[in-house]
């Protein structure tokens, strides 16, 4: 599957950002996929951010994220989302989807099968 990522940008402290993954080209069901997010900041390691289970049963977050993110998924578009609220410099950082055929929301990069070209995001302060 190709994805997509787009909505990145800059915004201030406190305010709120959705970035959004459009799958294409897969020829299998987009809801099967198990989705996720990561990010990686200037100067450090790719880290989980959120995921989804296949059929979107389960999400999970970082603890960074958790009361702030919200990922969710409109199979309809082949798209999932990130919206990001009370956003902190902290949260500056490329960020990446990713698909896995059948996957539950892992937080493990190594178990996704497909990567977005990343979308910037400018938290300032």
């Known amino acids: 599957v190709q994805l997509q990522a787009s909505g990145g940008g800059l915004v201030q402290a406190g305010g709120s950002l959705r970035l959004s993954c459009a799958a294409s080209a897969s020829g299998r069901t987009f809801s099967m996929y198990g989705m996720g997010w990561f990010r990686q900041a200037p100067g450090k390691e790719r880290e989980f951010v959120a995921a989804?289970?296949?059929?979107?049963?389960?999400?999970y977050y970082a603890d960074s994220g958790k009361g702030r993110f919200t990922i969710s998924r409109d199979n309809a578009k082949s798209t999932v989302y990130l919206q990001m609220n009370s956003m902190k410099p902290e949260d500056t950082a490329t960020y990446y989807c990713?698909?896995?055929?059948?996957?539950?929301?892992?937080?493990?990069?190594?178990?996704?099968?497909?990567w977005g070209q990343g979308t910037l995001v400018t938290v300032s302060s």
């Open positions: 990713a698909a896995k055929w059948l996957g539950s929301g892992d937080v493990r990069e190594l178990m996704y099968d497909s």
């Open positions: 989804e289970d296949w059929g979107g049963d389960k999400t």
